[in-house]
Nanobody, 126 residues
Framework: QVQLVESGGGLVQAGGSLRLSCAAS????????MGWFRQAPGKEREFVAV????????YYANSVKGRFTISGDNAKNTVHLQMNLLKPEDTAVYYC???????????????????WGQGTQVTVSS
């Protein structure tokens, strides 16, 4: 059974920082991409950032570029999201996601990812 477990969410003031972590566990877990999505109340789940293990390339949503940094360790099945200069509009539940099937769907498409964590709440106060 594969599990993705997030940690690091919380409450922070605007302009502050948080670091999210995600660890995958389960026999023979291996992924092509690991990354983060978020979902605010009443909104669709949206792409935030992802790392492609084959070459280490990273991809970001325009809304977080320059403020968020994704990193990770493929051998340890862990991924992190350093979030700086947080804004109230970053408030959401953040989900870790993994593509273990090599889906051809586009990177920001939720359907590309076949494993998801339970989510961790990030709240940014103004």
């Amino acid at each position: 059974q594969v599990q993705l477990v997030e940690s690091g969410g919380g409450l922070v003031q605007a302009g502050g920082s948080l670091r999210l972590s995600c660890a995958a566990s389960g026999r023979a877990f291996s992924s092509y991409y690991m990354g983060w999505f978020r979902q605010a109340p009443g909104k669709e789940r949206e792409f935030v950032a992802v790392i492609r293990w084959s070459d280490g390339n990273t991809y970001y949503a325009n809304s977080v570029k320059g403020r968020f940094t994704i990193s990770g360790d493929n051998a340890k099945n862990t991924v992190h999201l350093q979030m700086n200069l947080l804004k109230p509009e970053d408030t959401a539940v953040y989900y870790c996601a993994a593509d273990t099937s090599g889906s051809s769907s586009f990177i920001p498409n939720v359907h590309k990812y076949d494993y998801w964590g339970q989510g961790t709440q990030v709240t940014v106060s103004s």
